[in-house]
């Protein structure tokens, strides 16, 4: 999967280089700006705290569908709820724009889940799992999605599928705002040491590509300080412990 922009603007700073391993979840990986001459601001910068640790920022996510995604534990096979992405640090909700897969397809790593939309740019959504997918629980066209919501529910044997003909979540899922807080909340007290010091800028994040992410390994970065920015354009490939992905701008 690209962690593609969904903005407009320019690499002020890239905060952690090629190659880095073990990053976390919500740590602020690329610094940028709207306008091209803001650049040079950022020659030395560096965050002056500590990202928010990651079991903040994931946490919310991981334990939503645990209780949006198993009404009753002992009624239904083991299995993994897939969950609205945050695919910007201010995203809250998004649109499911064109669902790829239906109930008893099979997904790997890299297989296109779906396009959502944003307020900013319709991207691509891949599975970082191997599983099957059991129910589809947020149909195709539907708008105003919070993040943390269940979408799919994927189990690891195809014989399992069955058993969700009829699955419905029994409780609603985390508000958005508790799962994506801490990530926008992380990046103001990270990427701003003195607000009035740098000209307005945007941390882009170590993003969640599972629910049970919580560092990325930073295979290859695609951009440079002073590249511009454009919806859709490829920051770099992130590996998880299942699966080497694209990051794609947001912004």
């Keep these: ?21 073990q990053v976390p979840v919500g740590k602020p990986v690329i610094i940028i700006v ?11 910068y560096t965050p002056s705290s500590p990202p928010a640790p ?4 994931a946490a919310p996510a991981a334990a939503a569908p645990a ?15 897939l969950q609205m992405p945050a695919l910007s640090p201010t995203m809250t909700t998004g649109n499911i724009a064109t669902l790829k897969v239906k109930v008893g397809d099979k997904l790997s790593p890299g297989d296109l889940i779906c396009d959502i939309e944003s307020d900013k740019a319709t991207i691509g959504w891949e599975s970082q799992e ?3 997918v059991a129910a589809i629980l947020v149909p195709d066209g539907s708008e105003q999605v919070p993040v943390g919501k269940p979408v799919i529910i994927i189990v690891d044997d195809a014989a399992d ?23 926008a909340a992380a990046p103001a007290a ?30 290859t970065l695609k951009v440079k300080v002073g590249d511009k920015l454009s919806p859709g ?17 947001q912004e």
């Design 1 to 21: 999967i690209g962690w593609e922009s969904q903005e407009d603007g320019y690499v002020a700073a890239i905060l952690v280089p090629d190659g880095s391993e």
């Design 34 to 44: 709207d306008d091209a001459a803001d650049v040079a601001a950022f020659a030395n």
């Design 54 to 57: 990651p079991a903040a920022a």
């Design 67 to 81: 209780a949006a995604a198993a009404p009753a534990a002992s009624s239904y096979p083991s299995h993994t709820a």
């Design 130 to 132: 191997d599983g099957y």
């Design 161 to 183: 599928v069955a058993a969700f003909a009829n699955y419905t979540p029994s409780s609603p899922p985390a508000p958005p705002a508790a799962a994506a807080a801490p990530a």
């Design 190 to 219: 990270a990427a701003a040491p003195a607000a009035s010091s740098y000209p307005s800028h945007t941390a882009l994040q170590m993003p969640a590509l599972s629910p049970t992410m919580t560092t990325g390994n930073i295979a």
């Design 233 to 249: 354009d490829l920051i770099c490939d992130i590996e998880s412990d299942k699966a080497t992905i694209g990051w794609e701008s």
